[in-house]
């Protein structure tokens, strides 16, 4: 069954009647895609649909207005094809002479800033768009809600895994990534822990019931991981220092119902080929 826009609003006819939607499709003189521009916004403003000259441009052309205060506008930008990203709603509050609105963020809209996919095919695909909510509501379907702020990264396959601690943290915290956070639970295999300041590795294996994801989620609570080296470089220089200089990268993987010893076999293998026990940071 597909669901419909309004399903997700839950708007009144009221509401529809007195509302806006945005189309942004391309931002400045370069026709850039408008998307890039909302992505390089800090993740705070995302969140609260507050990107500065990110939605609610107030007039076409020069002399024409695109809403007027009291109006509602719902703010959506162009992912690709037919997928427009949920971004903002306000209330118009004021309509300067050739300015950005001032809006009111509509609070109960805000679950859904950076997370919510759209189809509808908009045929062309320049500037922005503004036209009366109810003319659209029907025609709009929904794609997704997704479980955290879009960020454009997709999963692109499990030999192109590397990640910096900073990325593998707000993975875990569910703020990016969401693709990685599926897919690495479904694989076991070998790992490698690279500090990035000296140049040493680790060595790892995962072999849990939900594979790389539950091992590096270890790592990702006490950044150590258990490991005695890493243990003794935490008591010497503190947590932060994980943060700053480590990356994670997955070597080998493997159906999570693979032989464990098998895996960890593999995991040796690797110890001898980055000599990690004489010169990194494995025990044995």
């Known amino acids: 069954m597909e669901l419909k826009l309004n399903d997700i609003f839950n708007l009144t006819e009221e509401e529809i009647d007195n509302s806006k939607i945005e189309f942004n499709m391309t931002y400045g003189t370069q026709g850039d895609r408008f998307l890039d521009y909302w992505l ?5 403003d995302k969140i609260e649909g507050t990107c500065k000259e990110c939605s609610f441009w107030g007039w076409y052309g020069t002399s024409q207005r695109n809403f007027y205060p009291g109006q509602w506008v719902f703010s959506f930008s162009r992912i690709s094809g037919d997928e427009l990203l949920f971004i903002s709603a306000g209330k118009v509050l004021e309509v300067p002479e050739d300015d950005w609105a001032k809006v009111e963020i509509l609070e109960r809209f805000k679950p859904f800033f950076g997370r919510l996919v759209i ?3 908009k045929g062309s695909a320049y500037s922005r768009y503004t036209f009366n909510l109810s003319t659209y509501i029907e025609k709009i379907s929904v794609k997704e809600i997704l ?32 693709s990685y956070y599926e897919a690495l639970s479904k694989v076991s295999g070998v790992y490698c822990l690279t500090d990035t300041k000296t140049g040493k590795h680790y060595i790892g294996s995962a072999t849990g019931i939900e594979g790389v994801r539950q091992r590096w989620g270890d790592y990702f609570s006490s950044k150590d991981g258990g490991n005695k080296k890493l243990i003794d470089l935490k008591n010497k220089e503190g947590e932060k220092y994980f943060e700053k200089y480590f990356t994670f990268t ?12 098998k895996i960890i076999e593999r995991e040796q293998y690797w110890k001898k080929c980055f000599d990690t026990i004489n010169s990194g940071y494995n025990s044995n």
């Open 119 to 121: 189809n509808y095919k």
């Open 147 to 178: 479980s955290c702020l879009y960020s454009e990264d997709t999963f692109d396959g499990y030999d192109r895994v590397y990640l910096t601690y900073e990325k593998l943290a707000r993975m875990f915290r569910r703020e990016i990534l969401p």
């Open 40 to 44: 390089s916004q800090n993740d705070a």
């Open 250 to 261: 997955l070597i080998e993987f493997y159906n999570r119902s693979y032989d464990p010893e």
